[in-house]
Nanobody, 126 residues
């Protein structure tokens, strides 16, 4: 069983930065897709960013709202995926969730993922 533990959320002023972490335990993925999603009150969960890797390659993907401001990366040795968020806006306020699936799968649908973290709150004040 895979567990995903997120951390790094908090309260930040507009224009500030946060780095979210998602550490996976219970299994090491040699090939996987891991994504970040967010859900604001009253809204559906939406795709933010994803990273897909295999033995030979790594690719990253971003929602339009995240391009140029957010960066997803991974530390294989720590089994951790990060989401560096810069130039934060009040509309980025949401609960951020980490998700994972073994293998290469479509990145944006929530249905692609088997494993989910518990979420971490990000609040951006204006």
């Amino acid at each position: 069983q895979v567990q995903l533990i997120e951390s790094g959320g908090g309260l930040v002023q507009a224009g500030g930065s946060l780095r979210l972490s998602c550490t996976a335990s219970g299994r090491t993925f040699s090939s996987a897709t891991m994504g970040w999603f967010r859900q604001a009150p009253g809204k559906e969960r939406e795709f933010v960013a994803a990273i897909r890797w295999s033995v030979t390659s790594t690719y990253t993907y971003y929602a339009d709202s995240a391009k140029g401001r957010f960066t997803i990366s991974r530390d294989n040795a720590k089994n951790t995926v990060y989401l560096q968020m810069n130039s934060l806006k009040p509309e980025d306020t949401a609960v951020y969730y980490c998700a994972a699936r073994s293998g290469i799968v479509p990145t944006s649908p929530t249905a692609s993922y088997d494993y989910w973290g518990q979420g971490t709150q990000v609040t951006v004040s204006s």
